[in-house]
């Protein structure tokens, strides 16, 4: 145990931020374990609903920094396939398997801002 009080403030903050981020990523693994049940199950509308939580959970997770975007963007997109192909298999469409059926929010890409090199010893 440190001895500093600010260190030992800083342990139990750390105790308490662990212990809420792995309540958050047992809840994304749940819901995510309920949506394959539903989506076996194969009831279209109990699919959207359990993936429209399901994707909202794991959009807030990773908005607030307990998984990475690219980790909860690969477990949204695995998702989106499954189910895209259950509700194929559901209205026995010919649809191909890459076509979306469900439409998911995307966010508007970011601009970067490109700046000109410069060469050295010379100032911009």
């Known amino acids: 145990m440190p001895n500093i009080k600010s260190v030992k403030k800083d342990v139990k903050k750390s105790r ?5 981020n792995s309540a958050a990523k047992s809840a994304v693994k749940t819901f995510i374990k309920k949506a394959k049940q539903v989506i076996e ?6 699919i959207q609903e359990s993936l429209k939580q399901t994707l909202s959970v794991i959009d807030k997770t990773a908005e607030r920094g307990i998984i990475h975007p690219n980790a909860a963007a690969r477990r949204k997109s695995r998702l989106m ?3 895209n192909l259950a509700l194929a298999a ?13 439409e998911t ?6 601009r970067t801002i490109r700046r000109k090199k410069t060469e050295p010893g010379t100032t911009a």
């Open 81 to 83: 396939k499954r189910a």
């Open 16 to 20: 308490q931020n662990h212990l809420r």
């Open 90 to 102: 559901a209205t026995n469409t010919a649809a191909p398997a890459a076509a979306q059926v469900i």
């Open 41 to 46: 199950t194969g009831a279209p509308d109990a």
């Open 105 to 110: 929010p995307s966010e508007p890409k970011k």
